[in-house]
T-cell receptor, first 114, second 111 residues
Framework: GENVEQHPSTLSVQEGDSAVIKCTYS??????FPWYKQELGKRPQLIID?????GEKKDQRIAVTLNKTAKHFSLHITETQPEDSAVYFC?????????????FGKGTHLIIQP | NAGVTQTPKFQVLKTGQSMTLQCAQD?????MYWYRQDPGMGLRLIYY???????DKGEVPNGYNVSRLNKREFSLRLESAAPSQTSVYFC??????????FGPGTRLTVT
């Protein structure tokens, strides 16, 4: 099955700086890569996603890049703000050929220092 | 639209007791999922239902059963709860294979 590795587990950045979280996946058949943000005690919320036919996608301050050859994808957050503090999860799916769920990384705790 | 709803929000069980976690969605989604979340482990798929009438095992199905009651509802049953099943349980749904929306979660403690 699919295996998703996520780094770092904790990331502390100064407010206004950029943050980058990286993930690798193992199943070359995976074709969908979402990123979720989870605040303490809340449900995961989709913030951005990318499909395997696209190399980069941007939505205001957040962007995701995908390198299919290397099987890795990254989340970039620019001009970080205090409300960006949360746990971020990457995930991968599609390798099973059907609606077989997401395989998640273990998460990155992003801390924005004022 | 309420989106994805789950009941109960919190539950404490003794070892060996049984219970059913309920999940419902009002987005007309075809696929529904159950995940568990443990500290430092991310979310792991327990069972999923690609469409009404079908269910399949995920990564960690042992100790659980599911029922896709209709298109809206997908329940998760613990027949004989164990302390290792202490976790936060999330239900999710999606229209297509991929874009999943999560419920608020059920925090379960087994003593």
């Amino acid at each position: 099955g699919e295996n998703v590795e996520q780094h770092p587990s904790t990331l502390s950045v100064q407010e206004g700086d950029s943050a980058v979280i990286k993930c690798t996946y193992s199943d070359s058949a995976s074709n969908y890569f979402p990123w979720y943000k989870q605040e303490l005690g809340k449900r995961p919320q989709l913030i951005i996603d990318i499909r395997s036919n696209v190399g980069e996608k941007k939505d205001q301050r957040i962007a995701v890049t995908l390198n299919k050859t290397a099987k890795h994808f990254s989340l970039h957050i620019t001009e970080t703000q205090p409300e960006d503090s949360a746990v971020y999860f990457c995930a991968a799916s599609g390798g099973g050929g059907g609606a077989d769920g997401l395989t998640f990384g273990k998460g990155t705790h992003l801390i924005i220092q004022p | 639209n309420a989106g994805v709803t789950q009941t109960p929000k919190f539950q404490v069980l003794k070892t060996g007791q049984s219970m059913t976690l309920q999940c419902a969605q009002d987005m007309n989604h075809n696929s529904m999922y159950w995940y568990r979340q443990d500290p430092g482990m991310g979310l792991r798929l327990i069972y999923y239902s690609a469409s009404e009438g079908t269910t399949d095992k995920g990564e960690v199905p042992n100790g659980y059963n599911v029922s896709r009651l209709n298109k809206r509802e997908f329940s998760l049953r613990l027949e004989s709860a164990a302390p290792s099943q202490t976790s936060v349980y999330f239900c999710a749904s999606s229209y297509r294979v991929d874009e999943q929306y999560f419920g608020p979660g059920t925090r379960l403690t087994v003593t």
